[in-house]
């Protein structure tokens, strides 16, 4: 054992449990605990924002599996880290987040910089502590990680207070040992293994079934779940669709995979589900993106439920078959169970479920008009050059808006952990900071955040944490000149009534602006200089890259089920419209033209 102070112990509470990284911005309340960080391996990345601080402990989560860790310090730097804590909650991140608080005897007196931290974050993290010992931070810390990465990953915040971590306090010192630290956690014990029976249950479902789609959510990717995916599939031939929080979960290129669902998810993964007779959910969530309207929504399916969370059973769909278990444990159980009941040789015949399924891939492909001379980039050829000339292990960022629905439609994803995204908060300036996260943990493969000019201007300034901790990110900034989600449903139900959508291409000048902060920067308006230009970005590798594409303002995203409506009134392409369907296009949610 080894005598230690508060801060000394957290640092070295950090260091067991694995921590390389830590990205934080310094205060009062925190200030003791930056001084051992002196003398520890643990790299720490100053931010600009503490905001960027939870959104990079965020992309290293995503990319690693590994519990992200920032640290901040009390009253307004913990307020500026709520976004990212919910954030990470509705996506099931593992994060840790040490914030600072103003000394024991203080609290509650409004003394400077005090904030009821754990009161805040209460409903938004997956548990808190509020240490008032110095002898518990170990314990704590080891109940944190434990917390932040069993049963459903989730974000834990450990709130504590200056006295216990300064060094001219007698007390805050104890006999520091780490691997003697004990907590307590009456009632957390989350399920893993799968029951038996319930899986027995759904395999005899999947064996009557003969339009099944495997609805794979970003649950089988914080299991590590992937391959027991890809042997299933190759097992049953069940068509996937995977979520925006999946997207290769399932790569891209198999032939059985249908792309993603929801809201803006193209037509066939889209009624795929809806005429299905039964989905078979692993780690989803059936959120109302993928719904629409519930009521309506694949109507003639039964329901196996696989989610290691079970307040997720019946939320929303009432399932079949409700199996509380880790995804990657439950898949691979169910696969020695159709093994046992003669699979392959006896899987019943879906090839008319197929066949159905590849004439809609043929006829509605997802699709644009190309740009004509003279006019600004289509934002959907800007992801495509960006993944062709991009390494095939690309890591992808994205902000949240018509960038992101692009990003996720356009660009190819056969490898997991590949996309990063904000999709359960919809937190748009996402992106960057998750991309400085990401590139954090893997210094050596190519990180691209495509951003849109919107988003771009929440979080730019941590372009300059990338270009002093030479962390070189390259940034696709789709700049058009709008919020160009909000003005695509204004123009669409909103009788085109534009109000305070319209941002500007000029101010500010997104090249000199990031020029400032230590980038390359590049501007592109003409497609004939698109894949010169991003070429340029991808061999720019010791400081981070920005190129600003001016994109059309009028370009929307499409396949498109309008808010409210049932996914069998999804929108496609006006190019693949009939004339009746394209006279309907935008007219209400409910009677808004579809495909079929």
Same mark, same amino acid.
């Given at each position: ?31 003791? /605990? ?15 924002h ?6 990079m402990?965020?992309?290293y989560a ?12 009390s ?11 919910a ?10 987040c ?25 409903s ?29 990953p ?6 504590i ?10 007390d ?7 691997e003697a630290?004990?907590?307590d956690l ?11 029976a ?34 299933l /599939? ?24 249908l ?11 889209v ?17 109302d ?6 009521g309506?929504f694949?109507?003639?399916a ?25 995804c ?31 004439g ?6 997802v699709?644009y ?12 050829y800007?992801?495509e ?12 960022t ?19 952990y ?7 908060l ?9 991309? /400085? ?7 050596d ?40 989600? /909000? ?23 997104y ?24 070429a340029?970005a ?52 409910d ?6």
């Open positions: 054992m080894t005598r230690l102070n508060g801060a000394q112990a957290l640092i070295k509470s950090l260091e067991a449990e694995g921590v390389d990284v830590v990205f934080g911005y310094p205060g009062g309340a925190i200030l003791p /605990v930056y001084d051992p960080i002196l003398d520890s391996p643990i790299r720490h990345v100053l931010v600009r503490e905001q960027g601080a939870g959104h402990a965020e992309g995503h990319a690693t599996g590994r519990p992200g860790v920032c640290m901040v310090t009253g307004p730097a913990a307020t500026n880290v709520v976004t990212p804590l954030d990470a909650m509705l996506d099931s991140v593992p994060m840790v040490i914030t600072g608080q103003v000394a024991l005897p203080a609290i509650g007196t409004d003394a400077f910089q005090e904030c009821d931290t754990t009161g805040i974050t209460r938004i993290t997956k548990h808190n502590f509020l240490v008032t010992r110095a002898e518990d931070i170990p314990g704590t810390i080891k109940a944190a990680f434990h917390i932040a990465t069993t049963g459903r989730g974000p834990v915040l450990v709130d207070p200056k006295n216990i971590v300064d060094a001219n306090n007698p805050a010192y104890f006999d520091f040992d780490y630290a004990q907590y009456p009632g957390y014990a989350p399920s893993v293994e799968p029951d038996l319930l899986i027995d249950s759904a395999a005899k479902l999947i064996a009557q079934a003969s339009q099944p789609v495997l609805y794979v959510g970003g649950g089988v990717l914080k299991a590590r779940g992937a391959e027991a995916l890809l042997e /599939v190759e097992l049953t031939g069940i068509p996937v669709v995977t979520t925006l929080m999946a997207r290769g979960a399932f790569p891209d290129n198999h032939e059985l995979c792309g993603m669902p929801g809201m803006h998810g193209n037509y066939t993964a009624t795929a589900m809806q005429k299905s007779d039964l989905l078979i959910a692993l780690g989803s969530r059936f959120d993106r993928i719904t629409g309207r519930v309506a694949a109507p003639d039964k329901v196996i439920h696989v989610d290691i969370d079970p307040a997720e059973h019946g939320k929303v769909r009432r399932p079949d078959v409700a199996i509380a278990a880790d990657r444990l439950a898949t691979e159980a169910l696969i020695k169970a159709l093994k046992a009941e003669g699979y392959p040789a006896s899987a019943p015949d879906i090839m008319g479920w197929r066949s159905k399924l590849s809609w891939q043929e006829t509605f492909p699709t008009e190309q740009s004509i001379d003279g006019e600004l980039l289509k934002p959907q800007v992801i050059q960006l993944r062709d000339l991009s390494p095939e292990d690309t890591i992808v994205s902000g949240v808006g018509q960038h992101q629905m692009f990003a996720s439609q356009y660009w190819e994803f056969n490898h997991p590949t996309w990063i995204n904000s999709g359960g919809g937190t748009m300036g996402f992106s960057i900071p998750a991309a /400085v996260g990401a590139k954090a943990a893997f210094p493969r190519t990180v691209w955040s495509i951003d849109g000019d919107g988003c771009f201007q929440m979080t730019a300034q941590e372009l300059i944490t990338a270009a002093v901790e030479k962390i070189p990110i390259k940034v696709a900034l789709l700049n058009n000149a709008h919020l160009g989600m /909000v003005r695509q449903w204004q123009d669409m139900f909103y009788d085109e009534r534009l109000s305070e959508v319209h941002l500007g291409y000029d101010m500010p000048d090249v000199k602006w990031a020029e400032s902060m230590g980038c390359v920067a590049f501007r592109v308006e003409d497609p004939d200089e698109v894949e010169a230009t991003i340029k991808n061999a720019i590798n010791d400081r981070p890259v920005v190129i600003e594409f001016r994109c059309l303002s009028s370009e929307k995203v499409y396949p498109m089920v309008p808010a409210g409506g049932s996914n069998d009134d999804i929108l496609v392409d006006p190019s693949q419209r009939s004339p009746e369907t394209a006279a309907e296009a935008g007219s209400n949610p009677g808004a033209g579809s495909a079929s």
